[in-house]
């Protein structure tokens, strides 16, 4: 399995307050990516990144920021969570922008 | 524009039993890849298989087959000799080409309930 993690799990938060999620990886790779899944959407692009200090949208990046400092590391943040922010959000990693991705485990965060 | 298309949100199968999920693709990218997903109820997304647009032979992997029919746009899933492990959501994903850059646009997935 690849070696990726999520911080934290699982995390409930007020509307208005900034959150940030975490991925890390062991595996070195260079592009890594944040996706949001909700119920009958699959799994939707937020943010990626194909190195670092190098990032670009994906199709649902608004209200969405991230950095990537270093190569193991991804963070995602939500300036001010709002309810609609409320989704399971997974980190993947891939070698390259066309090999395999593999996910991390997953964050559910819900928004009251 | 690229898109995937899932039309089974639920389907079953009895254990042993062989079951195709169905997927079908939109794009214009003469260079293309296909990959199934499996979500367990724990949650996590675990790569199946993945299909090249240029391979000339169908996927495999252990019990896992994808019939690809590059001129219908389909890549149905087969999973062979069903388990009951097997139940869980199944995703359709196709690596797209958005500005230059690959990205992985997935469908809405099928879930599969394998019973005994």
């Known amino acids: 399995d690849a070696g990726i993690t999520q911080s934290p799990r699982h995390k409930v938060t007020e509307t208005g307050t900034p959150v940030t999620l975490r991925c890390h990886q062991t595996?070195?790779?260079?592009?890594m990516y944040w996706y949001r899944q909700d119920p009958g959407h699959g799994l939707r692009l937020i943010h990626y990144s194909y190195g670092v200090k190098d990032t670009d949208k994906g199709e649902v990046s608004d209200g969405y920021s991230v950095s990537r400092s270093k190569t193991e590391d991804f963070l995602l943040t939500l300036e001010s969570a709002t309810s609609s922010q409320t989704s399971v959000y997974f980190c993947?990693?891939?070698?390259?922008?066309?090999?395999?991705?593999?996910f991390g485990p997953g964050t559910r965060l819900l928004v009251l | 524009a690229q898109k995937i298309t899932q039309t089974q949100p639920g389907m079953f199968v009895q254990e042993k039993e062989a079951v195709t999920l169905d997927c079908t693709y939109d794009t214009s990218d003469p260079s293309y890849g296909l990959f199934w997903y499996k979500q367990p109820s724990s949650g996590e997304m675990i790569f199946l298989i993945y299909q090249g647009s240029y391979d000339q032979q169908n996927a495999t992997e252990g019990r896992y087959s994808l019939n690809f029919q590059k001129a219908r746009k389909s890549a149905n899933l087969v999973i062979s000799a069903s388990q009951l492990g097997d139940s869980a959501m199944y995703f359709c994903?196709?690596?797209?080409?958005?500005?230059?850059?690959?990205?992985?646009?997935f469908g809405a997935g099928t879930r599969l309930a394998v019973h005994p």
């Open positions: 994903a196709m690596r797209g080409d958005w500005g230059g850059y690959n990205k992985l646009i």
């Open positions: 595996e070195n790779h260079r592009y």
């Open positions: 993947a990693i891939s070698e390259s922008g066309g090999e395999t991705q593999y």
